[in-house]
């Protein structure tokens, strides 16, 4: 594996993103240790902005380092996944309420394209790693809209601080049969809601969308274990 590295940016913010990458594509085997000094040497550079970019991901939570000071890639468990998706039914069921109140032309607009671009990768799905890979995208991207709908910083600041775990367990979300299809349909029903200005049944159809995706990943992350 070979690495590169960019004057042009602060060394620790490409490690991080590297690092980050690297996680989300597993080339870190969940639970697997991450050695400072050998990320520096394959990098070549100082252990200093490693150990930066080491810190930033221990608190977006992707990094965990135990009492003996070993950092290991975060590995996912049935207690975190609920309690993880249980932030997420509050906060963004409480952002699909005030996106149906707040969202503009324009937000709707990307809503609607986003959806026609999901049922596009879902009719075209032929290889099942492209397709995940796509509605992942998609996914995320659809509820970051709905977040900046909200016209609600605060409120966009705590969903965005669960962000790299919620990207995290979306991955394990696509896995099984006809998986991609039930998210879509999901998002046109709240879609439909938030264009309607149905901020009450928004609000509902949000938070049973996040329970279902909560149900499904135990089901995922039992079969793993």
Request: one cysteine or more; charged letters at 35%.
């Amino acid at each position: 594996m070979t690495y590169s590295i960019k004057k042009s940016l602060s060394y620790h913010e490409q490690v991080y993103k590297s690092l980050k990458e690297m996680i989300f594509k597993e080339v870190f085997q969940p639970g697997e240790r991450i050695y400072e000094t050998k990320i520096a040497r394959e990098f070549e550079i100082s252990r200093s902005p490693v150990r930066e970019a080491i810190r930033a991901l221990e608190q977006e939570g992707l990094l965990v380092t135990d009492e003996k000071s070993r950092v290991t890639v975060y590995e996912p468990t049935l207690k975190d996944v609920e309690d993880i998706y249980e932030c997420r039914k509050a906060l963004e069921s409480l952002a699909a309420s005030l996106a149906a109140r707040h969202a503009r032309d324009e937000d709707i607009k990307k809503l609607s394209e986003n959806l026609k671009q999901s049922r596009e990768v879902i009719r075209n799905l032929k290889d099942n790693q492209k397709g995940s890979k796509e509605m992942l995208h998609l996914n995320t991207e659809f509820h970051q809209i709905i977040r900046r709908s909200t016209n609600n910083k605060r409120l966009q600041k705590q969903i965005n601080d669960l962000q790299s775990l919620t990207y995290f367990y979306r991955k394990l979300n696509m896995e099984g049969e006809q998986r991609c299809q039930r998210i879509v349909k999901e998002h046109e029903e709240i879609f439909e809601l938030i264009k309607n200005r149905d901020e009450e049944k928004a609000l509902l159809l949000m938070k049973e969308h996040i329970n279902n995706d909560l149900q499904h990943l135990k089901i995922v992350i039992t079969n793993h274990q």
